[in-house]
Nanobody, 117 residues
Framework: EVQLVESGGGLVQPGRSLRLSCVAS????????MSWARQAPGKGLEWVADIGPGDTSIYYANSVKGRFTISRDDAKKTLYLQMNSLQTEDTAIYYC??????????RGQGTQVTVSS
């Protein structure tokens, strides 16, 4: 059974940073593409970034490019999202997902990120 557990969310002021983590189990993490998506209040799911096996083929949504960095530690079966220069528009529930984003991915329960002064 695929299990994904996110952590690291919280309340942060605009311009600050947060790092999200996602611990994976129940599948072969080392050969899996992984992704992050988010859902802002009252809006649908939005893809944020994804990464292929072995740190290959990293892609970002235009809204986060240059501010967010996706990475992975295969030994720890953990996916990360480093978020810098956070903006109020980044407020959302952030989800870790197995495979490159296609909308129907298995995902975790999410972690809340709130950017507010």
């Amino acid at each position: 059974e695929v299990q994904l557990v996110e952590s690291g969310g919280g309340l942060v002021q605009p311009g600050r940073s947060l790092r999200l983590s996602c611990v994976a189990s129940g599948f072969s993490f080392v050969v899996a593409g992984m992704s992050w998506a988010r859902q802002a209040p009252g809006k649908g799911l939005e893809w944020v970034a994804d990464i292929g096996p072995g740190d290959t083929s990293i892609y970002y949504a235009n809204s986060v490019k240059g501010r967010f960095t996706i990475s992975r530690d295969d030994a720890k079966k953990t996916l990360y999202l480093q978020m810098n220069s956070l903006q109020t528009e980044d407020t959302a529930i952030y989800y870790c997902a197995k495979d490159r984003w296609y909308g129907g991915n298995s995902r975790g329960q999410g972690t809340q990120v709130t950017v507010s002064s």
